[in-house]
Nanobody, 118 residues
Framework: QVQLVESGGGLVQPGGSLKLSCAVPESIFMMYTMGWYRQAPGMQREWVGESTRRDMTTYQDSVQGRFTISRDHAKNTLDLQMNSLKPEDTAVYYC????????????WGQGTQVTVSS
């Protein structure tokens, strides 16, 4: 069973920064595009951004320039550095492995809560 394990969530003030990490099995990390999603209360889960196997990244417009996704190839982790956080970034953040054959999420982490509030 594939397990993706997120860490690093918490409470941060508006304008602050937070870094999330996702531990990924090596076989998945090497073959899959890895993405971050989030789900705010009462909302559908939405795509935040992703990193391909070759470290090419794309982002949702609302986080472009504030969030950075990176892969640590030594540790097989996917990181999400979040800067200039806003209250509307409050959500449960999920790491996902996106299937190379379907282009849709194949595996999910358990999620980590990020709360942006003063």
């Amino acid at each position: 069973q594939v397990q993706l394990v997120e860490s690093g969530g918490g409470l941060v003030q508006p304008g602050g920064s937070l870094k999330l990490s996702c531990a990924v099995p090596e076989s998945i990390f090497m073959m899959y595009t890895m993405g971050w999603y989030r789900q705010a209360p009462g909302m559908q889960r939405e795509w935040v951004g992703e990193s391909t196997r070759r470290d090419m990244t794309t982002y949702q417009d609302s986080v472009q320039g504030r969030f950075t996704i990176s892969r640590d190839h030594a540790k097989n982790t996917l990181d999400l550095q979040m800067n200039s956080l806003k209250p509307e970034d409050t959500a449960v953040y999920y790491c996902s492995a996106i299937s190379p054959s379907t282009g849709t999420p194949a595996y999910w982490g358990q999620g980590t809560q990020v709360t942006v509030s003063s």
